[in-house]
Structures are given as C-alpha cells and as structure tokens.
C-alpha cells in the first residue's frame, strides 16, 4: 500500500487512534453508512458556499468540480452498502465538525476564511482514516479506500489555496489554531461511532478500568 501523502501527515497533528479502528472494524455498516452521509454533506456544504459567495469565481470553479466528485463517492459507497444488504439511512452526526466550526469567525471575509481551513482539515482527516483502515479491511472496501486517498487530498489542498487566495494576509496563525482544535476533537471522548467521531466511549472506560 501506498504511504499516506506528506502534506496530509504533516497537516494533522495526530493519527488516529487504533481504538477508534478497531471500533470501525466493529461497526461495518455504521462506518459505510456514515462515510455515505459524509460525503452527501461535503457535496451540500460545496453547493452552499457557491450560493453564499457568487462573487468569488475562482472558488465556485472549485467547489463545482468538489460537488460533482463527492455526490460520485456518495454513489459509490451506497453502490457497496446495497451490495452488501445494508440499506441507507440518515443518521445523527458526530460532534467532529461543531468542535471544529464553533470557533470560526463571525465576521466577513475571515468567516470564509475559517471555514475553508476548517473544510480542509475535514478532508485531510477523511484521507487520513481512509489510509488506516484501508489495510484491515476486505479487498474491495480497501482497494476502494485506497483510491479515494488522492481526491480526499486535492480537496484538502484546494481549500487550503483558497483561503489562501481570499485571505488578506498569511493564515499560518489560523491553520495553527485549528490543527490543534482538530486534534483534540479526534482525542475526544464521543459517544457514538462515526466517520468522524473521537475516542470511542468504550474505549476510554476499558482504559480506566
């Protein structure tokens, strides 16, 4: 299997958990059924940002083609869920995104900003997981996870060179704060098991015990 890009390993600062894996592993449908819903909602975020800026014609040429590719993996995973007998539904989210977009500006142009950045971490978190659990899983959800690691990373580095583009200064600082914003939310406790969610709940007790 290939190495996890570069860039992305060195954007996040931290893996994630083998207890979070090991939980995926044990939840087969509820990981397929959540990635499903991951990728409609990265498809509605792309279309609501391109109503909510018309006047930025570099990034509604991004988010079209980004719409266009998610809503294609959603049709691939519920492709593999109804394969398998598992029947799509919608589902409750992780708190993974709200720990993330609670601390976006409120303020036009740095709310775009922050929210670009933190649309980024999400991808690059999606690639990450796609490339830890790829190894554990059969041989054609694996070969599947594998080759969603190169759109999930041009997602990730497209946001980026947007706010980058709109910003009116560096976004260091900021890419900074929310690496470790994303951080704690992935070594959070959650409750449930999602896509996205943090420490299993289960695992900490075990831990504790």
């Not at 500006?105 to 775009?112: F, N, R, Y």
């Not at 929210?115 to 599947?144: K, M, N, T, V, W």
């Not at 560096?170 to 994303?182: G, L, M, N, S, T």
Request: contains cysteine; hydrophobic residues 40%; proline residues 4%.
């Amino acid at each position: 299997m290939s190495m996890l890009i570069p860039e992305i390993e060195a954007f996040l600062q931290c893996q994630t958990p083998q207890s979070w894996i090991d939980c995926a592993l044990d939840h087969p449908e509820e990981l397929l059924l959540d990635h499903a819903n991951c990728e409609k909602k990265a498809a509605g975020t792309a279309l609501t940002l391109m109503f909510r800026y018309p006047e930025r014609e570099e990034l509604l040429q991004h988010l079209s083609r980004l719409a266009r590719e998610e809503l294609r993996h959603f049709e691939q995973v519920t492709a593999i869920m109804k394969k398998r007998g598992m029947r799509y539904r919608q589902i409750t989210a992780s708190s993974y995104a709200q720990r993330l977009h609670k601390h976006a500006a409120k303020q036009e142009p740095e709310k775009l900003i922050d929210s670009l950045i933190i649309l980024a971490f999400i991808e690059a978190r999606s690639c990450e997981r796609f490339y830890r659990l790829a190894p554990f899983l059969d041989e054609e959800l694996g070969r599947f996870y594998t080759s969603l690691l190169k759109s999930e990373s041009r997602h990730f580095e497209g946001y980026l060179r947007m706010a980058q583009l709109y910003a009116k200064q560096p976004i260091d600082q900021r890419v900074a704060f929310f690496a470790e914003v994303e951080r704690e939310a992935i070594l959070t406790e959650d409750e449930v098991f999602r896509f996205h969610s943090g420490v299993p709940k289960q695992a900490t007790e075990t831990a504790q015990a």
